[in-house]
Every structure is written in C-alpha cells, then in structure tokens.
C-alpha cells in the first residue's frame, strides 16, 4: 500500500502563487506515475497534471498549461505541484494520486492511490 498526504493549500489572491507538496509513505520503492487532479464545488473531477517515473515526461491540462509545473523528487518521495498566475478558477480542493503502473493518462481511474485533498481559494 501507498499513503499520499498533500500539502500546501491555502487561500490566496487572484494573480498570486501556491506551492503544493504530496508526500508519499509505505511501497514508496515502486516505481510510480504521479498525478495532480482537482475538483471545484459541483463539478466533476478535472485533471491537472502528471509526471512519469522518472521526471521525464509532463503533462498538463490545457486549464493550467503555461501556469501550472509539476515537478518530483523522488529521493524525498514527494512530488510538487507550482501554481502560478492563479486565478478565481482555480479554487478547487487538489488532489494527488498515483500508480505503480507504467500509464501517462489522465483519467483518474488509472489512479488507485489518492489523497485526502488540500483547499485551494482564490479570491478576486
């Protein structure tokens, strides 16, 4: 089993930044695919960003394209997630997930462990 816990959240002003760490525990020596997802208030979950195993490989939703990056460190088990230029939005709980299988996709299914989610608000 793999725990995630994100970090990060908080509120902040239209144009502002927030860093958003997500620190993995337990099977942490499988190799993992890392997500970042998010979901606002009656709305369906919506894909943020994800990193292969190794860092080599990003990709974005085209809602942060340009603003977001997503980046691992995998010696401390943890991967970030920048957010940049942020707008109202973006006010979504973020939530990270992973697998240990070898996918790049960005439907949360692929995606058997998840976090709790941490809030993130900006406001105009």
């Known amino acids: 089993q793999v725990q995630l816990v994100e970090s990060g959240g908080g509120t902040v002003q239209a144009g502002g930044s927030l860093n958003l760490s997500c620190a993995a525990s337990?099977?942490?020596?499988?190799?993992?695919?890392n997500v970042w997802f998010r979901q606002a208030p009656g709305k369906e979950r919506e894909f943020v960003a994800l990193?292969?195993?190794?860092?080599?490989?990003?990709v974005y939703g085209n809602s942060v394209k340009g603003r977001f990056t997503i980046s691992k460190d995998n010696a401390k088990n943890t991967v970030y997630l920048q957010l940049h230029s942020l707008n109202p939005e973006d006010t979504a709980v973020y939530y990270c997930?992973?697998?240990?299988?070898?996918?790049?996709?960005?439907?949360?299914?692929?995606?058997?462990?998840w976090g709790q989610g941490t809030q993130v608000t900006v406001s105009s």
């Open positions: 997930a992973a697998t240990t299988r070898y996918v790049a996709s960005t439907s949360s299914g692929q995606y058997p462990y």
């Open positions: 337990g099977r942490t020596s499988i190799t993992f695919t």
């Open positions: 990193i292969n195993w190794n860092g080599g490989r990003t």
